[in-house]
């Protein structure tokens, strides 16, 4: 049987961590951030402690870009959509002058993005659909294994944020599942999240284009279609947690107002921890709070006080951001 | 912190199994289905068989109606459905004279079920749609801890299939994940998996309405829409199971024409087990193969010699159908 697993081992660097019993987050500097997560994770796996929650609750959600690894200076699937591009562009001479692809030819980002929804989501049928779940699979793997981060020259896969890493492996070792939960595209994240984070393509929830079941020359597989299914970003992303899991969540970190709906939901109950990564380390990552950009801050951040959500700032509470570097 | 698993332990009997390492299928009777289910077993858990499948690759997929428990004398769901419309009907003074609800508060289902797609779509969204998960969730637990089988006078969380039950628990101390891949409501289905079959809600697969993420009076919650979003049935199941699990099962158990796609996905790779449940078993159950029914045989069990599926013959292959007869 050709195993996705084993596929994955081969091709991609797992970035394994150096946590112990004593320090389970060696990467976080002492202070509110780690503090929170250690106390919390005291309490609910405490039998004897009123919050207590049973290992079947026991479930974190943690949005992928700018929260498990660095998001600039564009989205990782962006990356991978720009070299689909390329790729693609000898069959297609018509590109050349036409938008958003001429664009994106020329790496564009600013005029591509432009165009609205239509071109935007044009440029995601055109890559993403028109093959089937297992070549798609493939592509992303091998895409994967070798697209260099253009800031760092590492994998993007080496390009995760260590403290988070840390975080996936003490709340598993203390008997939670992690999910992902993405508004990129589920079926990118699948093929590798195993090997990067742990975490199985069965806990990955994400944005998703429809597919259909066809038997092709005897051989049965999934297509994918040039179509939305479902968008998981926002007041969307409760719905996709529900819909895969039938539970709510106890814990969710996220990095940005897309992940507002999924923060507030999740910590509606008690016990429960939400935790914004705030980018504001312009050194060692990027600075782009919206304070910076815009002159005013992030909706996350503003309503984090009041919503008792923990703001881990990466400059003050991350030791180490990436694992490559010490 | 309010606790589905500790709800459900409460109000519906859970079914112990009476398996030992002996015999892991004390309610099989020895032949052929028997000894392949233990021969699929022992092959894929050695790993010095060629056909080893390590731990993340074992997977498998059960239909629920009718291949877990009992479908008739009508779906469970629609039970559920029709004792809806009467707690409904004081509150619909017009369903006296409107169809389908006319009919369904005569227990009609020929005529209610007769109207088409339009009018079952409409019964579904009146009595499954308007209230939040949770409330929904509690509707489901209330009905399902006190609604009685018509035909057995047990309640129906005990009209299970043992010898499935037996399968569940064998796959499961195998490593194997059980997921339910039901045409039934997922929502339906979930509030209780746990505690009848032991599989718990993020293995539950099933058809499904959309779902709103809305704030009302500060509190966060989903709200149940009248509005179809996915039916895992037939073409569905493949594309509803990938969706879910971004992973290929190698077992699938199924009873009818809408179990044709997920087995025939499902056995086009080896490993693979299928096995199609056969309902032949007039004095305990029900006879209702379309052999007797229409003069001809299902489709699934006209595929089933070419593609090696395994007939279960409910008649002979079982020594006990239910768990409250022995």
């Known amino acids: 049987m050709k195993n996705r ?38 309490k609910v796996t405490d039998p004897r402690n009123a919050q207590f929650v049973p290992t079947e609750g026991r479930i974190a959600v943690f949005d992928n870009d700018g929260t498990l690894w660095t998001e600039q200076p564009c989205y990782t699937q962006m990356a991978f959509l ?45 890559t ?25 020259g590492k994998l993007y896969s080496e390009c995760v944020f260590l403290p988070m890493l840390e975080v996936l492996e003490y709340f598993k070792s203390n008997g939670f599942r992690n999910y992902i939960v993405s508004g990129g595209g589920i079926e990118f994240i699948r093929p590798w999240s195993k090997a990067i984070y742990g975490i199985p393509p069965s806990q990955v ?15 049965p597989q999934l297509q994918r279609l040039p179509e939305i299914n479902f968008i ?64 005013k801050l992030d909706q996350a951040l503003i309503m984090a006080p009041d919503k008792n959500w923990i703001i881990t700032s990466m400059k003050n509470d991350w030791k180490t951001i990436f694992p490559f570097i010490d």
């Open 5 to 42: 697993e084993a596929e994955q081992n081969k091709q991609v660097t797992f970035n394994k961590v150096k946590s112990s019993r004593n320090d389970p987050l060696p990467s976080w500097n002492d202070g509110q951030a780690k503090q929170a997560i250690l106390d919390f994770i005291k």
């Open 232 to 295: 998981d970003d926002k007041d969307g992303k409760p719905v996709g947690i529900f819909s895969n899991i039938g539970q709510q969540p106890v814990v969710a970190f996220g990095n940005s107002d897309g992940d507002i709906q999924m923060l507030e939901w999740v910590t509606s109950r008690e016990p429960s921890l939400g935790i914004i990564i705030k980018h504001d380390d312009a050194q060692r990552e990027w600075s782009y709070t919206k304070e910076t950009l815009q002159g």
């Open 128 to 152: 993403h659909a028109g093959m089937t779940t297992t070549e798609f699979d493939k592509l992303v793997m091998e895409w994967i294994s070798k697209a260099l981060h253009p800031t760092f």
């Open 205 to 219: 929830i994400g944005s998703s284009i429809k597919t259909q079941y066809k038997v092709v020359d005897g051989n």
């Open 82 to 126: 720009l070299d689909r591009i390329e790729d693609l562009a000898p069959q297609h001479p018509e590109w050349k002058e036409e938008q958003p692809f001429k664009a994106l030819l020329e790496r564009d980002l600013k005029t591509a993005l432009s165009g609205g929804l239509k071109e935007i989501s044009e440029m995601i049928m055109v």
